[in-house]
């Protein structure tokens, strides 16, 4: 069993809080995200995972046992570092043995265990060859095949695509899944970028100045963030989150450019928030109900098309799929399924209908 | 006029071809986009264009002045590299008023444009503080402002937005747009991300291994690639592409796409240009562009990955040389394993010459 | 692609503010691996400090019949102390020392920098060229001095390139004559640690991040303002221990010096150095030099305390 277990974590560096208080648990077989922006307190939990640093409060647990005064190397997780750090002087069967050789793990047993890793990342072929003859992602899967020699726990990585092409990025984020839950390991990963973030979790767990806020599967966090927060952290374009006010049988905002007709709509909700592909428009006619929009830019992206509408003294940005008819300075109306619409309250937490 | 041509510009550094003979011609108040992935001279032509590196052959011509022989401090280009190359020695405000310091400006004429650039950039709050001690995101305004106060009609950015993280990035784009909206300058960004260049340039430039593919708005490189190279790179995810034949059938003119066991039918205005063609063709069409049939007419494929990217779907579909991506809303409902029967959209089909990769036209 | 990005990353932070358990042990084992080196550098240099304080206070010499660890019975309290403010020869072999460090330091600093800037771009020739530039740096000084001894006599090579030039029969007494001889000795000096500076400040000057240098030029910078903009307070760190190194070392002179002149003609290159040399090896009251030697080494020490503040502040500005 090789779930990793945070109870009530914290740990400060001088005055900042890196951690506060987190707790969480990262299933065995997982692939567990963290996700959130940059000095979050992302990479202080890989540390702590790692055990290059000791949390100050809180226990942290490995397995069903308490780690917080074990060694990095006991506890045998391993990592994967973004730049690889392929030893470029070997070969990738060399690379691969190291942390076996290392650790003087008799010859027979290496010979095994590196060819059932090779195995399982298909690297096999590719082994006689030193890292600067492999391509990027052959290069992964050696830093991957690494790492996992030693069978450990949990592997981890911090942010390892986000330094390459758009295109490469997207084809590799499917080989990593792909290759995890072939290997069946805990792999806990660090991201700042939304749609990795979400393509490839099981869970993630959204953090902020050190603090976990929402844990949950990517679908889940995304339909049901828990704050205004979290909901603008995920998808692309961002939410729209405006300032409600009570209306006829329901919620107006932007000046009456929205009106929601949604008697559960929460009593004491005082913003909105729309997902820019729940926000339906059509061309005003006159005489509607409520106010006119005007479509203030449209950018066509070919598959999709994102129309930044000014409702009132707010901007708005829409997700119309395929290429729309729709020109800037048009009049519009704006409506929304009263299913959609996510309510939040006084703190920025979200209240349910 | 602060047109910018490029005539038959190449480049190379020994044996290397940087660049093959490019010919260019960017607008006055444009935003043009250099795409293209690593290495296919993107930032070689940028650079060129800066005056940072002398073409090998060719011109390149602002307006109607030719800029050979011109020093890159006396181009009137302003440019904003990948790292922001900001002074880090320097306050914030010592870093934007450098350009009219060297040219020899009033202090007070100085104060007040740097107050001004200050303002749009949000840079007010943060005039005097080191510039070593900053966040990325404020260098990259800092960068900007820094070439935007000497306002040049012409602005270069180099992959700008690759440092900053994937929230920002987003924020960014739209100041970047306002600003070269709000000063009508002619803007030429270089990037290897498909979605900053659609999002943000009124043309794009495709480029590969040192050769432009193809130039046209965003919905023009999106709806007619030239080739397999700009079908791929548009997109996301880029056009699918599978191996056929061109067969005639009771229906019309088809393509047999093997293994998959359907044969599709093919536009008909390409029937001209197909007929009685020997060689393979590419049958394309894009991700976002099928319909889910049930129990119709498609290809029937396994489902082999799903992921569930936000607002959409992206299901990956069959293996190997027949391996297809759709994108579904995300009530699409479709588990690993199964089986799905996808219809691409008939009037979005584009075929390319599979030995080419060229498109195939009406004819 | 400049190697220098000014992204700060989570992960800068925590390296900068963290002390992971990790770096604790490598201290730990790096202290116990110098120890050896440690004592050694104690024993060579503490050692002889704290002997040299306690003959110091005593009007010890070794003609006195006692072993130097006897010298508490010829106990002067700081008699030679006093003596020091009012020796005359001292102060003036201060001030002489004072001169050549002032003429010297910035002449080397001067030329070094014009060379590290001839450097910086390519030219013909450039790896010959940097190899004689290098030269004078591997000759021993003591040769130096010799080397320079003989060109600067009257009847020499100096003179004969001077006659040459002028077109008349040149000899000037060089070496015998007050003021010249002690140009001719700084003129030695500049011509053997030039090399140092330049080395160094090239160095300094190739750390200047490129992109930097080419986003000034875009602004409109010309070279000059490039250079006074740019280039200069980026190198301010290895200007500061450039400048410190060289200034420590040439209150020092010695060896070409006393080789070339002896600290003659009388005592007109009477440096530092040769003073202490001629009181410890001719008059012989070893007290009293232990006690100029403490001086000396007091004000070399504010100099470079101070050079180093002054690099820790440089440090934070330049990057």
């Given at each position: 069993?090789?779930?990793?277990?945070?109870?009530?974590?914290?740990?400060?560096?001088?005055?900042?809080?890196?951690?506060?208080?987190?707790?969480?648990?990262?299933?065995?077989?997982?692939?567990?995200?963290?996700?959130?922006?940059?000095?979050?307190?992302?990479?202080?939990?890989?540390?702590?995972?790692?055990?290059?640093?000791?949390?100050?409060?809180?226990?942290?647990?490995?397995?069903?046992?308490?780690?917080?005064?074990?060694?990095?190397?006991?506890?045998?997780?391993?990592?994967?570092?973004?730049?690889?750090?392929?030893?470029?002087?070997?070969?990738?069967?060399?690379?691969?043995?190291?942390?076996?050789?290392?650790?003087?793990?008799?010859?027979?047993?290496?010979?095994?265990?590196?060819?059932?890793?090779?195995?399982?990342?298909?690297?096999?072929?590719?082994?006689?060859?030193?890292?600067?003859?492999?391509?990027?992602?052959?290069?992964?899967?050696?830093?991957?095949?690494?790492?996992?020699?030693?069978?450990?726990?949990?592997?981890?990585?911090?942010?390892?695509?986000?330094?390459?092409?758009?295109?490469?990025?997207?084809?590799?984020?499917?080989?990593?899944?792909?290759?995890?839950?072939?290997?069946?390991?805990?792999?806990?990963?660090?991201?700042?970028?939304?749609?990795?973030?979400?393509?490839?979790?099981?869970?993630?767990?959204?953090?902020?100045?050190?603090?976990?806020?929402?844990?949950?599967?990517?679908a889940?966090i995304y339909d049901r963030p828990?704050s205004t927060?979290v909901a603008r952290?995920l998808g692309s374009p961002v939410m729209n989150i405006l300032k409600s006010v009570r209306g006829e049988g329901g919620v107006e905002a932007a000046e009456g450019t929205i009106r929601i007709a949604d008697r559960a709509a929460p009593a004491d909700a005082v913003e909105i928030g729309l997902r820019p592909e729940d926000i339906k428009v059509n061309p005003w006619a006159d005489g509607g109900q409520g106010r006119p929009a005007r479509v203030f830019e449209v950018e066509p992206l070919g598959g999709y098309t994102v129309v930044t509408l000014a409702a009132g003294q707010a901007r708005l940005k829409a997700l119309l799929r395929g290429q729309p008819n729709i020109r800037p300075d048009a009049m519009v109306a704006i409506s929304c399924e009263p299913a959609r619409v996510h309510y939040f309250g006084?703190?920025g937490?979200a209240l349910a209908r | 006029?602060?047109?910018?041509?490029?005539?038959?510009?190449?480049?190379?550094?020994?044996?290397?071809?940087?660049?093959?003979?490019?010919?260019?011609?960017?607008?006055?108040?444009?935003?043009?986009?250099?795409?293209?992935?690593?290495?296919?001279?993107?930032?070689?032509?940028?650079?060129?264009?800066?005056?940072?590196?002398?073409?090998?052959?060719?011109?390149?011509?602002?307006?109607?002045?030719?800029?050979?022989?011109?020093?890159?401090?006396?181009?009137?280009?302003?440019?904003?590299?990948?790292?922001?190359?900001?002074?880090?020695?320097?306050?914030?405000?010592?870093?934007?008023?450098?350009?009219?310091?060297?040219?020899?400006?009033?202090?007070?004429?100085?104060?007040?444009?740097?107050?001004?650039?200050?303002?749009?950039?949000?840079?007010?709050?943060?005039?005097?503080?080191?510039?070593?001690?900053?966040?990325?995101?404020?260098?990259?305004?800092?960068?900007?402002?820094?070439?935007?106060?000497?306002?040049?009609?012409?602005?270069?950015?180099?992959?700008?937005?690759?440092?900053?993280?994937?929230?920002?990035?987003a924020?960014?784009?739209t100041?970047?747009?306002?600003?070269?909206?709000?000063?009508?300058?002619?803007?030429?960004?270089?990037?290897?991300?498909?979605?900053?260049?659609?999002t943000?340039?009124?043309?794009?430039?495709?480029?590969?291994?040192?050769?432009?593919?193809?130039?046209?708005?965003?919905?023009?490189?999106?709806?007619?690639?030239?080739?397999?190279?700009?079908?791929?790179?548009?997109?996301?995810?880029?056009?699918?592409?599978?191996?056929?034949?061109?067969?005639?059938?009771?229906?019309?003119?088809?393509?047999?796409?093997?293994?998959?066991?359907?044969?599709?039918?093919?536009?008909?205005?390409?029937?001209?240009?197909?007929?009685?063609?020997?060689?393979?063709?590419?049958?394309?069409?894009?991700?976002e562009?099928?319909a889910?049939?049930?129990?119709?007419?498609?290809?029937?494929?396994?489902?082999?990955?799903?992921?569930r990217i936000g607002a959409r779907t992206?299901?990956?579909?069959?293996?190997?040389?027949?391996?297809?991506?759709?994108v579904f809303d995300n009530d699409v409902g479709?588990?690993?394993?199964?089986?799905?029967?996808?219809?691409?959209?008939?009037?979005?089909?584009?075929?390319?010459?599979?030995?080419?990769?060229?498109?195939?036209?009406?004819? | 692609?400049?190697?220098?990005?000014?992204?700060?990353?989570?992960?800068?932070?925590?390296?900068?503010?963290?002390?992971?358990?990790?770096?604790?042990?490598?201290?730990?084992?790096?202290?116990?691996?110098?120890?050896?080196?440690?004592?050694?550098?104690?024993?060579?240099?503490?050692?002889?400090?704290?002997?040299?304080?306690?003959?110091?206070?005593?009007?010890?010499?070794?003609?006195?019949?006692?072993?130097?660890?006897?010298?508490?019975?010829?106990?002067?309290?700081?008699?030679?102390?006093?003596?020091?403010?009012?020796?005359?020869?001292?102060?003036?072999?201060?001030?002489?020392?004072?001169?050549?460090?002032?003429?010297?330091?910035?002449?080397?600093?001067?030329?070094?920098?014009?060379?590290?800037?001839?450097?910086?771009?390519?030219?013909?020739?450039?790896?010959?060229?940097?190899?004689?530039?290098?030269?004078?740096?591997?000759?021993?000084?003591?040769?130096?001095?010799?080397?320079?001894?003989?060109?600067?006599?009257?009847?020499?090579?100096?003179?004969?390139?001077?006659?040459?030039?002028?077109?008349?029969?040149?000899?000037?007494?060089?070496?015998?004559?007050?003021?010249?001889?002690?140009?001719?000795?700084?003129?030695?000096?500049?011509?053997?640690?030039?090399?140092?500076?330049?080395?160094?400040?090239?160095?300094?000057?190739?750390?200047?991040?490129?992109?930097?240098?080419?986003?000034?030029?875009?602004?409109?910078?010309?070279?000059?303002?490039?250079?006074?903009?740019?280039?200069?307070?980026?190198?301010?760190?290895?200007?500061?221990?450039?400048?410190?190194?060289?200034?420590?070392?040439?209150?020092?002179?010695?060896?070409?010096?006393?080789?070339?002149?002896?600290?003659?003609?009388?005592?007109?290159?009477?440096?530092?150095?040769?003073?202490?040399?001629?009181?410890?090896?001719?008059?012989?009251?070893?007290?009293?030099?232990?006690?100029?030697?403490?001086?000396?080494?007091?004000?070399?020490?504010?100099?470079?305390?101070?050079?180093?503040?002054?690099?820790?502040?440089?440090?934070?500005?330049?990057?």
């Amino acid at each position: 069993m090789a779930d990793i277990v945070f109870r009530n974590v914290t740990k400060r560096y001088r005055n900042t809080l890196a951690v506060d208080d987190a707790s969480f648990t990262v299933n065995d077989n997982e692939f567990f995200c963290f996700f959130g922006p940059p000095l979050s307190g992302k990479s202080t939990i890989l540390r702590l995972v790692l055990g290059l640093e000791a949390p100050d409060t809180g226990e942290i647990l490995i397995g069903g046992r308490p780690v917080n005064a074990v060694s990095p190397a006991e506890r045998n997780v391993a990592m994967v570092f973004q730049n690889l750090a392929l030893f470029p002087h070997m070969s990738a069967r060399e690379n691969v043995r190291f942390p076996l050789v290392e650790r003087k793990v008799a010859e027979a047993q290496i010979e095994k265990r590196v060819a059932d890793v090779a195995a399982k990342l298909h690297i096999g072929h590719i082994l006689h060859k030193p890292p600067a003859q492999l391509s990027g992602g052959e290069r992964q899967r050696v830093a991957i095949a690494r790492a996992l020699v030693r069978d450990p726990n949990a592997y981890l990585m911090d942010d390892p695509i986000s330094a390459l092409d758009a295109r490469l990025r997207e084809e590799t984020r499917v080989e990593l899944k792909r290759i995890q839950r072939e290997l069946g390991k805990t792999l806990i990963y660090v991201t700042h970028d939304q749609e990795e973030a979400m393509s490839i979790a099981d869970r993630i767990a959204i953090l902020e100045n050190g603090k976990i806020r929402q844990i949950g599967a990517p679908a889940e966090i995304y339909d049901r963030p828990a704050s205004t927060y979290v909901a603008r952290l995920l998808g692309s374009p961002v939410m729209n989150i405006l300032k409600s006010v009570r209306g006829e049988g329901g919620v107006e905002a932007a000046e009456g450019t929205i009106r929601i007709a949604d008697r559960a709509a929460p009593a004491d909700a005082v913003e909105i928030g729309l997902r820019p592909e729940d926000i339906k428009v059509n061309p005003w006619a006159d005489g509607g109900q409520g106010r006119p929009a005007r479509v203030f830019e449209v950018e066509p992206l070919g598959g999709y098309t994102v129309v930044t509408l000014a409702a009132g003294q707010a901007r708005l940005k829409a997700l119309l799929r395929g290429q729309p008819n729709i020109r800037p300075d048009a009049m519009v109306a704006i409506s929304c399924e009263p299913a959609r619409v996510h309510y939040f309250g006084q703190s920025g937490g979200a209240l349910a209908r | 006029m602060s047109t910018i041509q490029l005539r038959n510009l190449t480049k190379t550094f020994g044996d290397f071809t940087a660049l093959k003979t490019m010919d260019l011609d960017i607008a006055d108040g444009e935003f043009m986009a250099l795409l293209g992935p690593s290495g296919c001279g993107k930032s070689t032509t940028m650079n060129m264009i800066a005056g940072m590196e002398e073409p090998t052959s060719g011109r390149i011509l602002f307006g109607e002045r030719d800029m050979a022989g011109v020093p890159m401090g006396r181009r009137g280009v302003g440019f904003v590299f990948q790292n922001y190359a900001i002074f880090t020695h320097m306050s914030v405000r010592q870093n934007l008023a450098y350009g009219p310091r060297m040219r020899g400006a009033a202090k007070a004429e100085i104060d007040r444009r740097v107050g001004a650039i200050a303002e749009l950039l949000q840079l007010t709050p943060l005039l005097d503080r080191k510039a070593d001690r900053l966040s990325v995101n404020i260098l990259q305004r800092v960068a900007i402002g820094r070439s935007a106060i000497m306002e040049p009609a012409i602005f270069l950015l180099d992959e700008p937005l690759s440092n900053v993280d994937a929230a920002f990035r987003a924020v960014m784009r739209t100041e970047l747009k306002q600003l070269q909206r709000q000063f009508k300058q002619t803007m030429v960004y270089v990037t290897h991300d498909q979605l900053e260049a659609m999002t943000m340039a009124d043309r794009i430039a495709v480029m590969d291994h040192g050769v432009l593919q193809q130039v046209g708005t965003p919905l023009e490189v999106y709806n007619n690639p030239v080739n397999v190279f700009v079908a791929r790179f548009i997109g996301a995810p880029g056009m699918n592409l599978l191996k056929g034949k061109p067969a005639e059938s009771d229906r019309g003119l088809v393509v047999d796409l093997g293994p998959l066991g359907v044969t599709p039918p093919l536009p008909d205005g390409l029937a001209t240009t197909l007929r009685g063609a020997r060689g393979d063709v590419l049958y394309g069409f894009r991700p976002e562009q099928v319909a889910l049939a049930q129990g119709g007419r498609g290809l029937a494929m396994p489902v082999t990955f799903v992921e569930r990217i936000g607002a959409r779907t992206i299901v990956h579909l069959g293996e190997g040389g027949g391996a297809v991506k759709a994108v579904f809303d995300n009530d699409v409902g479709l588990t690993i394993g199964q089986t799905a029967i996808v219809a691409p959209d008939a009037s979005s089909v584009r075929v390319f010459d599979a030995a080419s990769g060229v498109a195939m036209k009406a004819g | 692609m400049s190697a220098v990005t000014v992204t700060v990353s989570e992960d800068d932070m925590g390296a900068a503010l963290a002390k992971p358990a990790l770096r604790d042990e490598g201290a730990r084992l790096g202290f116990r691996l110098t120890l050896p080196a440690q004592v050694l550098v104690l024993f060579i240099s503490v050692f002889p400090l704290l002997m040299q304080l306690y003959i110091s206070v005593t009007d010890w010499s070794p003609l006195s019949g006692l072993g130097w660890w006897n010298a508490w019975e010829m106990w002067n309290s700081f008699a030679n102390y006093t003596d020091l403010a009012a020796d005359a020869r001292f102060w003036s072999a201060l001030k002489r020392t004072a001169i050549v460090m002032i003429v010297c330091v910035p002449a080397e600093f001067l030329l070094g920098l014009a060379l590290a800037t001839l450097f910086a771009d390519d030219f013909p020739g450039k790896r010959i060229f940097y190899s004689i530039l290098l030269m004078p740096m591997m000759v021993v000084p003591a040769v130096a001095g010799y080397m320079f001894f003989m060109l600067f006599q009257s009847g020499g090579p100096v003179n004969d390139i001077l006659s040459a030039i002028s077109g008349t029969q040149v000899t000037i007494a060089w070496l015998s004559d007050p003021t010249l001889a002690l140009i001719a000795v700084m003129i030695a000096d500049i011509w053997q640690w030039t090399p140092l500076m330049f080395l160094i400040l090239l160095a300094g000057l190739v750390g200047v991040p490129e992109d930097q240098i080419k986003a000034a030029t875009l602004l409109g910078a010309n070279p000059w303002q490039r250079f006074a903009t740019i280039v200069l307070p980026k190198m301010k760190t290895i200007i500061i221990i450039a400048l410190a190194i060289r200034v420590i070392e040439n209150f020092k002179i010695f060896d070409t010096l006393y080789i070339m002149t002896g600290g003659g003609p009388g005592v007109a290159t009477e440096t530092i150095s040769v003073y202490i040399y001629k009181v410890t090896t001719q008059d012989l009251i070893w007290g009293y030099v232990a006690a100029i030697a403490l001086a000396i080494l007091i004000v070399l020490s504010i100099v470079a305390v101070f050079a180093m503040k002054r690099m820790a502040r440089a440090r934070q500005v330049a990057a």
